[in-house]
C-alpha cells in the first residue's frame, strides 16, 4: 500500500475533513483527519493495519506487545497487534498522567512497540513512550498510520509511517485570515469531560 492508497481510504471513509479544526494538540488547522471513520470499517482497518503491520516487522523484527495511548489509537493497536501476532495493550489517562492500568503488565525482554493513530505534534506518543520507562521490556521503535507533522514529530525513538504530510498547523494567535474566518470546532476526544 502506497502512502497514496493510505490516503484514499481516508477519503473513501469520510475522513478527510476540511474546514477549521482545533486539535487535540491545541492547534488549529484546515486539514481534519477523523480516523474513527476509517476504524468503523473493519475491513477497511484491517488492510490498513495489516500493511502497518507489515512495515513494523521490516523495521523492528519481532514484536511481542503493542501499546497504543487510550482513546483513539485502541483499534489500529489492537488490530495491528493482531496482525503482527502479538498481545495488544493501551495506557490511559490517570490524572492527566498516561499510565497502565486494567491489570496491564508489560513482561521481562518484550518486545514492543508504540502504535499511533495520527501524529500531529507527538506530544501523545512521547506522554506514552514516557509512561512505559521503568517498565520491563524493550521499546523497539513506535509505528502510526499518518504522520501529518511532515517528518518533523519527534518521538525520541525510530518510528514507522504509511503516510507522511505537511498539513500547516497554526496556534490560535496566529490564523491566517481565510482560517479565522470560519468557526473553529473541535472533533478530537482529548480533554472531554468524563
Do not use: W
Request: aromatic share 6%; charged share 20%.
Amino acid at each position: 500500500m502506497t502512502p497514496e492508497d493510505v490516503l484514499q481510504e481516508f477519503r473513501a471513509a469520510g475522513a478527510l475533513l476540511e474546514g477549521h479544526f482545533i486539535l487535540s494538540s491545541g492547534l488549529h488547522s484546515a486539514v481534519f483527519l477523523q480516523k474513527m471513520r476509517v476504524f468503523m470499517d473493519p475491513v477497511r482497518t484491517e488492510r490498513l493495519c495489516a500493511t502497518l503491520a507489515h512495515r513494523i516487522r521490516e523495521r523492528f523484527g519481532a514484536v511481542d506487545l503493542v501499546v497504543s495511548p487510550a482513546v483513539g489509537a485502541i483499534i489500529p493497536g489492537y488490530e495491528t497487534a493482531r496482525q503482527l501476532g502479538a498481545k495488544a495493550i493501551f495506557v490511559e489517562r490517570e490524572n492527566g498522567v498516561f499510565a497502565l492500568r486494567r491489570g496491564f503488565t508489560i513482561p521481562e525482554g518484550a518486545r514492543l512497540v508504540l502504535v499511533e493513530d495520527i501524529v500531529t505534534t507527538g506530544l501523545s506518543s512521547r506522554e506514552c513512550l514516557a509512561s512505559l520507562r521503568g517498565h520491563p521490556g524493550l521499546v523497539l521503535g513506535a509505528a502510526c498510520l499518518i504522520d501529518r507533522s511532515g517528518g518533523r514529530a519527534d518521538l525520541g525513538v525510530p518510528t514507522v509511517a504509511l503516510a507522511t504530510l505537511d498539513i500547516p498547523n497554526y496556534p490560535p494567535d496566529r490564523l491566517p485570515p481565510e482560517l479565522a474566518a470560519i468557526p473553529p470546532v473541535k472533533p478530537g476526544s482529548r480533554h472531554l469531560n468524563t
